[in-house]
């Protein structure tokens, strides 16, 4: 009780931990040798007496556990289906005007690309007609009108994939930060390379369009349905 000065008769201010703590014998170096650990055979050799017992017998040297699961453990059933990429409808080439029936650019027209190895299908507005940008879409929810592009001399870039529409990890703000207002949301921009692959894409695709009579002003217009408009009579 020396370190802890007693509150009550028996009773110190200080716990036996904090005590520990002042006497700092946890500092001082272990001059005692580690001793070395004997690896153990997992099976030893017994004899055993009798004509038709064989003289030796090899037991284990740890016992197994007695216990096992009442039930049975339900194992994860293993796949058999082969990973393939997904079949394209027969309508949907490279060069085909889609409109889109999801999404933020919902009802507006679209020139389809190429297919992606996701599956997805990469397509332009371009931006600078109809304002959307180059984006991956499913095939699902677009219809294929009979309108093309001839996009057949148009390269587009290796850059221009999966990856390239992956978002980038946005850095935690502490909380005391936000409380004082350090925090705040910075405005979101484009950075520069995917701006001028882009217009790398929308230039030539562009001059494709240009040279169709009136195709211009029909991926500028959006599409949508009326009370009157029947859907099964419609072709695109």
Not at 216 to 224: A, H, I, M, V
């Amino acid at each position: 009780m020396a370190r802890s000065k007693p509150i009550s008769p028996h009773v110190g201010r200080l716990s036996r931990s904090q005590v520990a703590a002042k006497r700092g014998l946890h500092k001082g170096k272990k001059t005692a040798a580690v001793a070395a650990k004997t690896e153990t055979p997992e099976f030893t050799e017994k004899t055993v007496g009798g004509k038709g017992n064989g003289q030796k017998r090899s037991v284990p040297t740890r016992k197994a556990s007695k216990y096992y699961p009442a039930e049975d453990v339900k194992q994860a059933r293993v796949s058999r289906k082969a990973t393939s990429k997904t079949a394209l409808r027969p309508s949907i080439t490279p060069g085909t005007v889609l409109i889109l029936l999801s999404g933020r650019f919902s009802g507006k027209r679209v020139v389809c690309l190429k297919q992606l190895d996701s599956g997805l299908l990469l397509v332009t507005g371009p931006f600078k007609l109809n304002g959307v940008p180059l984006r991956r879409v499913n095939q699902a929810y677009v219809i294929a009108t009979s309108t093309k592009v001839d996009i057949s001399s148009i390269s587009i870039p290796s850059s221009v994939n999966d990856s390239y529409f992956a978002k980038a990890k946005a850095a935690k703000n502490s909380k005391e930060g936000e409380f004082f207002g350090e925090g705040e949301k910075s405005s979101k921009t484009l950075p520069e390379d995917k701006k001028s692959e882009q217009k790398t894409v929308d230039g030539p695709v562009l001059e494709a369009i240009k040279k169709v009579d009136n195709l211009g002003r029909y991926l500028k217009s959006s599409w949508g349905l009326s009370k009157s408009d029947r859907f099964h009579e419609l072709k695109f």
